[in-house]
């Protein structure tokens, strides 16, 4: 038998970095489906309080549970670790001491796609019907965003 690192301790308080992404994940699928966590809580024997835990990490979901989610958000189980970064894997099972210190911010917190306005975008670009119109509008957001950076660079070379 080979010698194995033990595993780091779970920082109290400190949600681990796989559940959160786990989390945001379930939180995304439901928002785009339009379900409420009301609704996704009722549809599996559950209160909309601990649907909300779920998303946001607290508490870790189990496999079977995993497997409830995916039949009701009508998903495979991998969706919920699609897209996960490297850093986030590397940080599994365990948190690392330090990290978190108190108000500061940790950076899978930082992720734009958990971001309630950055759902509320997508869910409202999909509701437009006319696909010529959605491309229209996704070319706007571009040319927006790049005229963004270009005002920041312009403003930092002076």
């Known amino acids: 038998m080979r010698n194995k690192k033990p595993l780091p301790k779970r920082i109290t308080g400190v949600p681990n970095a796989v559940d959160v992404h786990v989390g945001q994940r379930l939180r995304l699928r439901r928002t785009l489906l339009g379900l409420s966590q009301e609704k996704l ?3 599996l024997g559950l209160t909309f309080q601990q649907v909300q835990k779920y998303e946001r990490g607290t508490n870790r979901i189990g496999a079977s549970r995993l497997y409830d989610l995916a039949r009701v958000l009508d998903i495979e189980i991998g969706y919920f670790f699609d897209d996960m970064s490297e850093e986030v894997s590397h940080r ?3 948190q690392i001491r330090g990290m978190a210190e108190e ?3 940790l950076p899978f ?3 734009p796609m958990a971001r309630r306005e ?3 975008l997508v ?3 999909y509701k437009i019907g006319d696909p ?3 491309r229209r509008l996704l070319e706007m ?3 927006l965003g790049k005229a963004s950076i270009d005002l920041a660079e312009a403003a930092d070379a002076e």
């Open 109 to 111: 917190e930082k992720d």
């Open 92 to 94: 599994s099972p365990g």
């Open 103 to 105: 108000g500061e911010e």
């Open 141 to 143: 957001a571009k040319t």
């Open 123 to 125: 869910r409202a670009y």
């Open 132 to 134: 010529s119109v959605r």
């Open 41 to 43: 809580g009722e549809a």
């Open 118 to 120: 950055t759902l509320e």
